[in-house]
């Protein structure tokens, strides 16, 4: 039987001792010990160099990744556009207003269109606007005439104009707001000359007008236009006067005023309803009261004295209007009816999209 003793360490020593220290204590035993706490010491050392170059690498694409979307925002607009509408979020962008300016005061040398609260997501709805109303004057073009034109919401300032400022001859047209002002100024008138005024603008009778003009005069109504901030409308030398689309709303507006408030013009704007070639009353009547007056004459093409226009008060519910439009295309009431139903539309377009 063998028997196995565990050498003592002192043995070990005595031995190294003995040998002149050639022999380490432990023996081959510590040596093994030694080599393996070298090998994993390395190996330690190793891990930590690839640890901490691993890091460096996620940071430096982390600094990548967030400069990139730093300087390069909106990147894929596509995909941000399709994530905003499936969140059910609206485009930041497309509700942008549009900076708004009342029609009366908008330029107007050509087409414009404005209304409060157009956002840039109804841009493309007012363009549809545009050339249907573009058509409609094309229709003029075409025949060889010219119109210019304004349309005020009473209620929001917003509308639609072209070439308001463009002068034509006022005709009959006038005889609507010399009537108003004579109903402000004079309104005993009212009373004693009732016929006279009634055929002034119902049948726009010139003899019934003439009346009136050789006892009351032109002075006074233009100091009254010129109140109202139409300086440019003046009757002189005769009974009519030159006119222009901005300025003649401006005096509709103020008739509407005074009806409203319930003034003398209130006790006869009836007059004003169903009133001979009007082709605003014509078009929109049997829709909306409508309150207008308008005038033509026929002196060849080309001529200052060759017109037809029309203007009046179209009291549509919460957005009322004035719509003034004159033309020299005597005769057409066909594209007078069609202009005043293509504005009509466009503003309930736009009463609908912006309120």
Not at 323 to 338: C, E, K, P, T
């Given at each position: 039987m063998c028997i196995c003793r565990r050498k003592d360490p002192g043995e070990d020593a005595k031995e190294y001792l003995e040998s002149g220290g050639e022999k380490e204590p432990g023996g081959t035993h510590r040596k093994a010990v030694m080599r393996l706490l070298f090998v994993c010491a390395l190996l330690f050392a190793a891990a930590a160099v690839m640890q901490e170059k691993s890091m460096e690498k996620r940071e430096a694409e982390n600094v990548q990744s967030e400069?990139?979307?730093?300087?390069?925002?909106?990147?894929?607009?596509e995909q941000d556009s399709f994530e905003t509408a499936a969140s059910g979020q609206k485009d930041p962008a497309a509700e942008k207003e549009i900076p708004f300016e009342n029609i009366m005061t908008a330029a107007s040398s050509d087409l414009t269109i404005t209304w409060d609260g157009l956002t840039e997501g109804d841009r493309q709805d007012a363009d549809a606007l545009e050339e249907e109303v573009r058509a409609a004057l094309d229709a003029f073009a075409a025949e060889g005439y010219t119109a210019g034109f304004m349309l005020y919401d009473l209620n929001s300032g917003g509308g639609i104009s072209y070439h308001a400022d463009e002068m034509y001859y006022s005709a009959s047209a006038i005889k609507g707001p010399y009537v108003a002002w004579l109903a402000e100024c004079y309104p005993q008138a009212l009373d004693s000359l009732y016929g006279t005024i009634q055929n002034t603008i119902t049948w726009s009778d010139n003899d019934a007008y003439g009346e009136l003009i050789a006892l009351y005069g032109s002075t006074e109504f233009n100091a009254w236009a010129a109140e109202i901030g139409c300086e440019e409308l003046v009757i002189s030398g005769g009974w009519y006067a030159s006119v222009n689309a901005r300025d003649f709303a401006k005096l509709w507006c103020h008739m509407y005023d005074r009806v409203v408030a319930g003034e003398s013009l209130a006790d006869i704007i009836n007059i004003y309803t169903d009133t001979l070639s009007s082709s605003i009353s014509e078009t929109l009547g049997g829709q909306y009261t409508v309150y207008s007056k308008g005038g033509w004459?026929?002196?060849?093409?080309?001529?200052?004295?060759?017109?037809?226009?029309?203007?009046?008060?179209?009291?549509?519910?919460?957005?009322?209007?004035?719509?003034?439009?004159?033309?020299?295309?005597?005769?057409?009431?066909?594209?007078?009816?069609?202009?005043?139903?293509?504005?009509?539309?466009?503003?309930?377009?736009?009463?609908?999209?912006?309120?």
């Open positions: 400069g990139t979307e730093e300087n390069l925002p909106g990147l894929n607009k004459i026929g002196e060849g093409k080309g001529s200052y004295y060759n017109v037809q226009n029309d203007a009046g008060i179209v009291m549509k519910g919460e957005h009322p209007y004035v719509l003034v439009i004159l033309s020299d295309a005597y005769g057409r009431l066909d594209l007078l009816d069609n202009l005043v139903y293509v504005l009509d539309q466009a503003h309930t377009a736009l009463a609908g999209t912006a309120g």
